[in-house]
Nanobody, 118 residues
Framework: QVQLVESGGGLVQAGGSLRLSCAASGATDSVYAMGWFRQAPGKEREFVALIKWSTSTTDYADSVKGRFTISRDNAKNTVYLQMNSLKPEDTAVYYC???????????WGQGTQVTVSS
């Protein structure tokens, strides 16, 4: 089992920045990749970004490319999502996820709210 705890959400004005953190604990040796997803009210959960744990290879949704950066600190078993140039449409609950292979998201955090005001 892997436990994920997100932090760093909050309220920010459009154009501002936030950094989300996701701390992993438990059977972290089994993690192949970690990712961020988000879910806005009335919408389905959508992919935001992912990072392969061993190689740091990343991938992003088109809607956040050039604005968001995912990174990881292996020593702290923590993944970060740096969000710049935030837009009101980025408002959502952001979830951290982890899995034993690419795009198999077995473990999920509890989510952290990000609200961007216009």
């Amino acid at each position: 089992q892997v436990q994920l705890v997100e932090s760093g959400g909050g309220l920010v004005q459009a154009g501002g920045s936030l950094r989300l953190s996701c701390a992993a604990s438990g059977a972290t040796d089994s993690v192949y990749a970690m990712g961020w997803f988000r879910q806005a009210p009335g919408k389905e959960r959508e992919f935001v970004a992912l990072i392969k744990w061993s190689t740091s290879t990343t991938d992003y949704a088109d809607s956040v490319k050039g604005r968001f950066t995912i990174s990881r600190d292996n020593a702290k078993n923590t993944v970060y999502l740096q969000m710049n140039s935030l837009k009101p449409e980025d408002t959502a609950v952001y979830y951290c996820a982890a899995g034993p292979m690419l795009r198999r998201w077995t473990y999920w955090g509890q989510g952290t709210q990000v609200t961007v005001s216009s």
